[in-house]
T-cell receptor, first 113, second 117 residues
Framework: AQKITQTQPGMFVQEKEAVTLDCTYDTSDPSYGLFWYKQPSSGEMIFLIYQGSYDQQNATEGRYSLNFQKARKSANLVISASQLGDSAMYFCAMAGSARQLTFGSGTQLTVLP | EAGVAQSPRYKIIEKRQSVAFWCNPISGHATLYWYQQILGQGPKLLIQFQNNGVVDDSQLPKDRFSAERLKGVDSTLKIQPAKLEDSAVYLC???????????????FGEGSRLTVL
């Protein structure tokens, strides 16, 4: 069984500052992938970043980076230079060998002007 | 490239009525998923198809929910009879990857929001 834990129901960040959203996971699969999705108020799920369990380097996509610490089973999302448009719900998710995404409960990020 | 299409976007019904949601995945995507997202929670997998076969429906409440994927392309999710607790957004997603392959990235539709009164 897979489990994703996001312990921050809500986060606030000042515009142009960096913010870290926490995610821990648990799985018995030897090979897995970790994802972050953004869900604005409109409802669609937008893929942000992916990290494979065997990837040596932390994933980066523009202003998004994933701080992957395998021994600690954590996959935190770092957003640099926050923008007002970053205000949304953020979900951490994991896919094991069955390629089914298991989602955490999400973190509501609010960027303040 | 066209994304995952879902309809209807919104549906309001009374309890004990039936409802059906439709999903057209991205062309060529073999794997299709239906997720249920209750307000304030993360999406929960209901059913996973590979082509027109069911891979996993262990979390589908089979006494009231049913889903099919005819010809391995479009899919419908039906609820009959609906309960108050079925109020949620039903998200359809598709993936190019088969189990054990690729990264497992899912592409989501905009969702169908169901309100049961």
């Amino acid at each position: 069984a897979q489990k994703i834990t996001q312990t921050q129901p809500g986060m606030f960040v000042q515009e142009k500052e960096a913010v870290t959203l926490d995610c821990t996971y648990d799985t018995s699969d030897p090979s897995y992938g970790l994802f972050w999705y953004k869900q604005p108020s409109s409802g669609e799920m937008i893929f942000l970043i992916y990290q494979g369990s065997y990837d040596q380097q932390n994933a980066t996509e523009g202003r998004y980076s994933l701080n992957f610490q395998k021994a600690r089973k954590s996959a935190n999302l770092v957003i640099s230079a926050s923008q007002l448009g970053d205000s949304a719900m953020y979900f951490c998710a994991m896919a094991g060998s069955a390629r089914q995404l298991t989602f955490g409960s999400g973190t509501q990020l609010t960027v303040l002007p | 490239e066209a994304g995952v299409a879902q309809s209807p976007r919104y549906k309001i019904i009374e309890k004990r009525q039936s409802v059906a949601f439709w999903c057209n995945p991205i062309s060529g995507h073999a794997t299709l998923y239906w997720y249920q997202q209750i307000l304030g929670q993360g999406p929960k997998l209901l059913i996973q198809f590979q082509n027109n076969g069911v891979v996993d429906d262990s979390q589908l409440p089979k006494d009231r929910f049913s889903a099919e994927r005819l010809k391995g392309v479009d899919s419908t999710l039906k609820i009959q009879p609906a309960k108050l607790e079925d109020s949620a957004v039903y998200l359809c997603a598709s993936s190019l990857d088969l189990p054990g392959q690729g990264s497992g990235e899912l592409f989501f539709g905009e969702g169908s929001r169901l309100t049961v009164l």
